[in-house]
């Protein structure tokens, strides 16, 4: 598998030179660098390799992220946390056939005293979280160790998984409600509309939406309906000075909303 394992911002060059001698006994030998804060070929970081220091030789460096992604087809950032805005991270091996499928995965890893922030994990489709004790602090190569083993050397066989998606009513609503806003927008016409919704429906269906989410998606709905209708009665596309006071809710779940995974 052409697996990148990119490290973001890392801090001291043993822990680099850990994680590829890490990467080599799982089979990954693509690594990548963002913004180091030290010397990747440090005495200190090939002497932690051992055999892995020509893949540290031939590490790539990038000044950003998104650099380092740009090649990608999946990236699948890591963290130990619950993010306000973003949806929680998964057991790696609910994401390895994602992975398996790619053709181009990356594997990214946060600086060792924070982790990801919030705008790396942006740039990331899926993020992941190592199951552990109630101590989940773990060593950069320990985690780039282990999840590199659940990518590429780990079983197919998943652990039990719970998650309560939308219903089907749920979900039919909202391709009733997705199908007037296109018309009424003029995505689609009477004619097309059936094929173009069939479109949407593999591509929302694939999303294996929560109620939440389903009332969120809706929400959006709601507010470009009232969006035309106000201008169609003011004869101008141009925004209100002021909000209306009769706007439509959007339906947004509460921050800590986590009924989604």
């Known amino acids: 598998m052409n ?7 890392p801090k001291t060059p043993g822990n680099i030179g850990s994680a590829a001698r890490a ?12 913004a180091p804060r030290c010397d990747h070929l440090d005495s200190g970081a090939v002497a932690m390799a051992v055999h892995a220091a020509d893949l540290l030789r031939e590490a790539k460096v990038y000044p950003t992220l998104r650099e ?10 890591t963290t130990a946390r619950l993010r306000a805005d973003l949806a929680p991270p998964q057991h790696p091996a609910y994401v390895r056939p994602l992975v398996r499928a790619a053709a181009a995965p990356a594997l990214v890893f946060g600086p060792e005293e924070t982790g990801l922030i919030n705008s790396d994990l942006e740039q990331c489709q899926l993020a992941v979280r190592i199951p552990t004790g109630d101590y989940a602090s773990l060593n950069l190569a320990q985690a780039v160790l282990l999840v590199c083993y659940e990518f590429l050397q780990g079983q197919d066989e998943l652990p039990e998984r ?6 089907r009513e749920e979900m039919e609503a909202l391709y009733g409600h997705l199908r007037e806003t296109m018309t009424l927008i003029g995505y689609t016409d009477a004619v097309r509309a059936r094929h173009t919704l069939r ?3 593999a591509v929302l269906d694939r999303a294996l939406m929560s109620s939440a989410e389903s009332r969120l998606f809706r929400g959006l709905l709601r507010q470009v309906h009232w969006k035309v209708e106000d201008a169609a009665a003011r004869g101008t596309t141009a925004p209100r000075q002021t909000p209306a006071p009769d ?4 339906d947004l779940p509460a921050p800590d909303d986590q009924s989604g995974r």
């Open 23 to 34: 990467m080599l006994n799982m089979g990954a030998r693509d690594l990548r660098l963002v």
């Open 247 to 250: 706007a439509p809710a959007l």
């Open 3 to 9: 697996l990148a394992v990119v490290l973001v911002s």
């Open 68 to 77: 380092a992604l740009a090649d990608r087809d999946l990236s699948v950032g």
């Open 199 to 201: 479109l949407w429906r």
């Open 162 to 167: 719970q998650r309560k998606t939308a219903t």
